[in-house]
Nanobody
Framework: QVVLVESGGGSVQAGGSLRLSCAASGDTYRIACMGWFRQAPGKEREGVAALDRFGDGPNYVDSVKGRFTMSRDGAKNMWYLQMNNLRPEDTAMYYC????????????????????WGQGTQVTVSS
């Protein structure tokens, strides 16, 4: 089993920055794809960024390109989402997720069903 815990959310004003972190534990050898997803109230879950351990990605949803940067630290079993120039429309619950081998890093709608999920961290951006 893989356990994911994300952190780093908070409340910022438009134009501000946050860095989200995801820490994986347990059977981390199962992780091939890593991603960040978000879900705003009343809206469907959206893939934000994803990469894999083999060098594919990071891929981003169009709305965050140039503003968000995803990275990973394989030795620490962690991955990150640096969010700059935040906008009110970025307000959502953000989840880190991971998937087994033969997964996809494609950003698509609906998002692919990643196997492992964190509990979520709230990001609120005020105008």
């Amino acid at each position: 089993q893989v356990v994911l815990v994300e952190s780093g959310g908070g409340s910022v004003q438009a134009g501000g920055s946050l860095r989200l972190s995801c820490a994986a534990s347990g059977d981390t050898y199962r992780i091939a794809c890593m991603g960040w997803f978000r879900q705003a109230p009343g809206k469907e879950r959206e893939g934000v960024a994803a990469l894999d351990r083999f060098g594919d990605g990071p891929n981003y949803v169009d709305s965050v390109k140039g503003r968000f940067t995803m990275s990973r630290d394989g030795a620490k079993n962690m991955w990150y989402l640096q969010m700059n120039n935040l906008r009110p429309e970025d307000t959502a619950m953000y989840y880190c997720a991971a998937d087994n081998w033969q997964c996809t890093t494609a950003i698509q709608a609906p998002p692919p069903p990643y196997s492992f999920w964190g509990q979520g961290t709230q990001v609120t951006v005020s105008s």
